[in-house]
């Protein structure tokens, strides 16, 4: 069974640089047409997709924060990163990571998240 | 302010029927599939709705998806009080992002 743990700092201060771990059991990174994605959950509000990588490079972020954004997938550690730099409390959420089936772009592009893994509070307070 | 457009709250009785609504644009849902996921404050979200209407391996029946031009709809018959939980929609962007909803949250009465 898949299963996917988020690990890194819960306390960060403004300016910055977010660094989130993802570890997978169960299963693969480079598994072929799967993606590899974040999503945060700021308080009292929905879910924002952060960005999703491919083992083998191909990555797509989130217009809105491209310019902070890395993601990487590390196959030998079987762990995909996220860096966000210069981080504000508009950072501070709940983030997840979590398998991403994508086909884009398509026709008809197809898209969704499963599983994901329990997800990790950081907060950005000075 | 998301991109998707669904209510902010439904409610129904044990037992009855609900639906939830997600509107888009030509863009995102009118062109492409759509997922549900239900999330327990809490806990991981999961996966209910891919590609539209299927369900993945475990959901009950009690759960189903539609979609109709830059609509769609999830569906829950027979409520339970485990159901209350926030749901949301999710789709591709032509703009080359994913997207969804701002969430409905379900109350069981």
């Known amino acids: 069974q898949l299963q996917l743990q988020e690990s890194g700092p819960g306390l960060l201060k403004p300016s910055e640089t977010l660094s989130l771990t993802c570890t997978v059991s169960?299963?693969?990174?480079?598994?072929?047409?799967?993606?590899w994605g974040w999503i945060r959950q700021p308080p009292g509000k929905g879910l924002e997709w952060i960005g999703s990588?491919?083992?083998?490079?191909?990555?797509y972020y989130n217009p809105s924060l491209k310019s902070r954004l890395t993601i990487s997938v590390d196959t030998s550690k079987n762990q995909f990163s996220l860096k966000v730099t210069s981080v504000t409390a508009a950072d501070t959420a709940v983030y997840y990571c979590?398998?991403?089936?994508?086909?884009?772009?398509?026709?008809?592009?197809?898209?969704?998240?499963?599983?994901w893994g329990q997800g990790t509070l950081v907060t950005v307070s000075s | 302010q998301s991109v998707l457009t669904q209510p902010p709250s439904v409610s129904a009785a044990p037992g009855q029927r609900v639906t939830i609504s997600c509107s888009g644009s030509?863009?995102?849902?009118?062109?492409?599939?759509v997922s549900w996921y239900q999330h327990l404050p809490g806990t991981a979200p999961k996966l209910l709705i891919y590609?539209?209407?299927k369900r993945p391996s475990g959901i009950p029946d009690r759960f189903s998806g539609s979609k109709s031009g830059t609509s769609a709809t999830l569906g829950i018959t027979g409520l339970q009080t485990g159901d209350e939980a926030d749901y949301y929609c999710g789709t591709w962007d032509n703009s080359l992002s994913v997207v969804f909803g701002g969430g409905t949250k379900l109350t069981v009465l």
């Open positions: 979590a398998r991403h089936r994508l086909l884009a772009p398509a026709r008809v592009a197809e898209n969704w998240f499963d599983p």
């Open positions: 169960g299963g693969s990174v480079s598994i072929t047409n799967y993606y």
């Open positions: 030509s863009s995102n849902i009118g062109n492409n599939y």
């Open positions: 590609g539209n209407n």
């Open positions: 990588m491919y083992h083998s490079g191909s990555t």
